[in-house]
């Protein structure tokens, strides 16, 4: 695939099809990447404001074979929004100013928002409905929906209200050559054609570029019950959800894994933030009920305390009082990865496997990884949907640099084991520039043979974000 | 697209690689479906024993360039399983003889079934590890899973859990050049590329073969409560529905509308069957409640009819008092479309609207048919999808083929308000060979663009089920 620089002549061109400040200089802040693995380059950067500019602009990169990268909110985990020095240099295709909420019917439950639509704004709008848009992540203040749906996002309340993809219900999109697909539909069944929806998002921005989304609301809970509870072990935090389930069907909003790993590096990060035990447990968890009908102030959580202390699967709990606490609780899990951050990690697994086998897989790796080296571990997140943040760590006084010779090895034995357990090497985070040759060493010959075909028929020229999900460019 | 029948030749040299009893003369009922619109053709039988005979077939096909029909249950209402003449003949691929649930695991609430296990098998398997499989339908004694898949098949339980695609983890399939892919993943995150998962689900045979599943299992509700409720018209329900989900969250499994003429036809083809009301009602809903908590038989639904009685949105009522009671409910809702079958229609029209649209869509349409007609409509379904049945009878004392020449009028009529209103043609029963027609008169020219070049990339002889969602062949 012979790629083209954007240049000169290309942005003359382009430029007398756009309103005048359409295409600018490409500031520093998007060629970051939060995790600075990446330094990105880019050519030119686009700022439509129509879906109609967005088509333009393709239609150009497509004839001209100029690569293009979408950019959402830039807060992806795995550099998809960045393009590392090497090719062509790209247009950088940010939604920033398509970010209108264009409507929200509260009474047929849907709302549509334009993909530059930061999610804490789509979630407020759907607030003010009275309804509930439920996808929860921590980077929600500067995440934008498009790019939420691109890497089909996932975060906390998954385990009730699915994935991102679960939560769109059409999308209006363009594809590489420009082409406008409108496909914003707002039924909740429609057997009319192939599922093209499902195939965009979690694309990576590799088939096209989302340029809105019609979304599902959902009715709030009535009430919140909100608790840290103390377990043995990986094990029984598994069994005690399955006993909450048994007593609160689809009520299980949350469902989080923490380590005393994820406690000390807290109070590392964040002395001054108050934490709910006095000695960091081993295990615990966070969990959410939300609940269809408000009864006594947390007596549903300490039914389920009562029942799992009895089949000894809990050991202490801490029930959030007010809202307030509640806040406080989950301000301490999603301060989780910002305190991964102030550590500095070795290397980062965004992990799923069945979550039967969780325990085995959390006690191999440890087992696996100690025998090589001294690292630490800290391992949290989403249990209940058998996804785990699985992050190695400098041991105490060593540095990251230290293990810069391992880093390929202990990567390896993580996912070498995820693979075992027929789980997957990324679970929410998307596979973008830095996963690649994971999907080639543990994806399926016919699954990458199908991705291979869809990409080429969709996009001959290969400019939609080059380098993502396929390594070959 | 040159297709080859399937001749002596092609047969000779396929069976040496195949077990003896793998190639049958084709039986008749394999070119019959249910509606009696197209009679089929057929060169030869495939009856394989494993996703590897799977495999051998479909690569001599696409060698051949004979044509392939994927064959379930044949249970499907737009002839997708069935060629007519007029084409090369096709091989007739039935996955019966691959039934076999290959594993239930009750704790991480997964079940991996072949594509041949039929439906009502399938939920005995989730049912006798007490859980539940809540896909159910009319045809669910015939239907089988990778039919159900292969069309992302509806029915009464969407409301709470979902279609097909939404019920289904993973997939093994045969690509249309015989390559494997097997991703039949139990993880519920996996973002490693493509959502391929999702385009063979209602791809209705033309992109492959589904050969295995793996599938959601979930909690069985601790109790049902199920009634019939009148209300005065469609905008009623709709209201009901919103005020029963503020009651009940989640909680909601079915509500489905019925109108007078379901009750007449009922009468008349099933006399023997006893109704719950003295007159029918000009329009009520099966609403079911599947509670995660028992309270007192009949509780929640009779405080649902009280709030309700009080909003005006109900009139009357009948609260199923037993499980066999609950049962024969469920008997009359699911054999309105038998009765529908005996009287005959004219025209069937499997539409979906936004939910907020229902009722101002049945008036309408009754408006616009009452203009040009003096027919019957028999207007049913799953309200809570916003997903209506909405068929077209002979007026009392006429046949079917007085309105022969008028069906495509009719059927116009009814798809262009359903279109006006943001719905979709078909909402659960698929495209098949009897609405290609309506796909290119509705399909957003993007989508078919897309449409035609994931087709092309995938199956580039176009040998899978051709004439079935692309009228082109």
Redesign the interface.
């Known amino acids: 695939m012979s790629l083209r620089s954007v240049d000169t002549d290309f942005i003359t061109a382009l430029s007398a099809h756009l309103p005048q400040d359409t295409l600018r200089p490409v500031e520093p802040r998007y060629l970051e990447e939060p995790r600075a693995r990446i330094e990105g380059i880019g050519g030119i950067l686009a700022l439509p404001k129509t879906t109609q500019e967005v088509a333009t602009i393709l239609k150009a990169c497509h004839a001209a074979h100029v690569p293009v990268v979408p950019y959402g909110g830039g807060t992806g985990l795995v550099g998809g929004q960045v393009m590392p020095r090497g090719g062509a240099e790209p247009l950088i295709l940010s939604l920033e100013r398509m970010a209108r909420i264009r409507k929200v019917?509260a009474?047929?439950a849907?709302m549509v928002a334009e993909a530059g639509a930061i999610l804490a704004d789509v979630q407020a709008a759907a607030e003010a409905a009275e309804r509930l848009f439920p996808l929860s992540l921590a980077a929600q203040g500067s995440a934008r929906i498009g790019g939420n749906l691109a890497?089909?996002a996932?975060g906390l309340n998954?385990?009730r209200y699915g994935?991102a993809?679960?939560l769109c219900l059409g999308l209006e999109a363009v594809?590489p050559d420009g082409?406008?697909?409108?496909?914003l539909?707002?039924?909740?069944?429609?057997?009319?054609?192939?599922?093209?929806k499902?195939?965009l998002?979690?694309?990576e921005g590799t088939?096209g570029v989302i340029t809105a989304a019609s979304l599902k609301l959902f009715?709030r809970?009535a009430a919140y019950e909100t608790a840290f509870l103390v377990v043995p072990d990986p094990e029984a935090a598994v069994a005690l959800l399955?006993l909450a389930?048994?007593?609160?069907?689809?009520?299980i909003s949350a469902f989080e894994l923490m380590q005393q790993q994820s406690w000390n590096f807290l109070a590392h990060a964040f002395p001054e933030m108050r934490q709910p035990f006095a000695e960091a447990p081993a295990w615990c968890v966070l969990i959410e009920l939300g609940l269809?009908?408000q009864g006594a102030p947390g007596e549903a959580i300490e039914a389920l305390f009562v029942n799992a202390l009895e089949a000894g699967l809990v050991q202490d709990g801490a029930v959030a009082t007010s809202e307030q606490q509640r806040q406080q609780f989950w301000g301490l899990r999603e301060s989780v990865p910002l305190a991964n951050r102030k550590i500095g990690a070795i290397s980062s697994h965004d992990i799923?496997?069945?979550?039967?086998r969780i325990g085995a897989f959390v006690a191999e790796a440890r087992a696996a990884l100690a025998k090589v080296s001294d690292l630490r571990i800290n391992c949290f997140g989403?249990l209940g949907?058998?996804?785990l943040h699985f992050n190695l760590f400098p041991a105490e006084g060593k540095k990251r640099s230290d293990y810069k010779d391992m880093q390929d090895d202990l990567k390896r034995i993580v996912h070498d084991l995820v693979a075992a357990h027929?789980?997957?090497?990324?679970?929410?985070?998307?596979?973008g520039r830095l996963?690649t040759s994971?999907?080639l060493r543990?994806?399926?010959?016919?699954?990458?043979?199908?991705?291979r075909?869809?990409?080429?028929?969709?996009d001959p020229h290969g400019i939609m974000n080059p380098g993502v999900?396929f390594a070959e460019g």
Do not use: C
Request: no cysteine.
């Open positions: 019917d009474a047929s849907v890497t089909n996932g998954v385990l994935n993809r679960d594809l082409t406008l697909w409108n496909g539909s707002e039924l909740r069944k429609d057997n009319t054609g192939y599922d093209l499902n195939l998002i979690g694309a088939l009715p809970p399955s389930r048994g007593q609160f069907g689809e009520q269809s009908q799923s496997v069945p979550i039967a989403h949907d058998g996804n027929n789980g997957a090497f990324s679970a929410e985070h998307g596979v996963k994971d999907l543990y994806g399926d010959p016919g699954k990458l043979a199908m991705m075909a869809v990409k080429a028929a969709l999900i």
